[in-house]
């Protein structure tokens, strides 16, 4: 089952905005990751947060995690047309596994020149 | 740089074929894992291997198997082919509880 829930399912920006992405997520987990596809593409990793932690950043982009709240944010600042792209979340719950990772949906990003 | 690889980018099959989908992988990860992808329904996983000869179902594992007889390849096999069975595949593997590294995916088309 699909534990991860990403909001918005789809958005659209102008060059130079701002994006955030928000995911929530039901069980404990031990991390939180996001990854980003391209169209027809397989989906590459962009960043790990660990459950101990709250904020983590790399480049630009910044995600946070709540686990009170159940939920992560993927913020990418200043954006490009080449960001344009889906971007999904994955759980690793407590509970796992073999490496086994939960994905979320996707927000599908369009960044307009 | 990891490398995952997928045997076809685009395939063509008929309804009743007997379907091979091959991934390797080049860092002797333990787990490897079978996907498929849907519009709306994101990623669902359908089998995955902690081990050589080793596989546990996922949560569609219903009209596929899978093989693993060497570390770096994890075989996705659909005994019988079904148009509801058109999809993209993408195969991904870890070395342990750690980011997952994809392949570029098969679009499977079963008519």
């Known amino acids: 089952s699909q534990q991860g829930e990403e909001d918005p399912q789809a958005l659209s920006i102008q060059e130079g905005e701002n994006a955030t992405m928000n995911c929530s997520y039901k069980?404990?987990?031990?991390?939180l990751q996001w990854y980003r596809q391209n169209s027809g593409r397989g989906l590459v990793h962009l960043i790990l947060i660990r459950s101990n932690e709250r904020e983590k950043h790399s480049g630009r982009l910044r995600v946070t995690l709540d686990t009170s709240k159940k939920s992560s944010s993927l913020l990418i600042t200043a954006s490009r047309a080449a960001d344009t792209a889906s971007y999904f979340c994955?759980?690793?719950?407590?509970?796992?596994?073999?490496?086994?990772?939960?994905f979320g949906q996707g927000t599908e990003l369009s960044v307009k020149p | 740089d990891v490398k995952v690889t997928q045997s076809s980018r685009y395939l063509v099959k008929r309804t009743g074929e007997k379907v091979f989908l091959e991934c390797v992988q080049d860092m002797d990860h333990e787990n490897m894992f079978w996907y498929r992808q849907d519009p709306g329904l994101g990623l669902r996983l359908i089998y995955f291997?902690?081990?050589?000869?080793?596989?546990e179902k996922g949560d569609i594992p219903e009209g596929y198997s899978v093989s693993r007889e060497k570390k770096e390849r994890f075989s996705l096999i659909l005994e019988s082919a079904s148009t509801n069975q058109t999809s993209m595949y993408l195969c991904?593997?870890?070395?342990?509880?750690?980011?997952?590294?994809f392949g570029p995916g098969t679009r499977l088309t079963v008519l």
């Open positions: 991904a593997s870890t070395p342990s509880y750690n980011e997952q590294f």
């Open positions: 291997s902690y081990d050589v000869k080793m596989k």
């Open positions: 994955a759980t690793d719950p407590i509970y796992n596994q073999g490496g086994k990772l939960i």
């Open positions: 069980t404990s987990i031990n991390n």
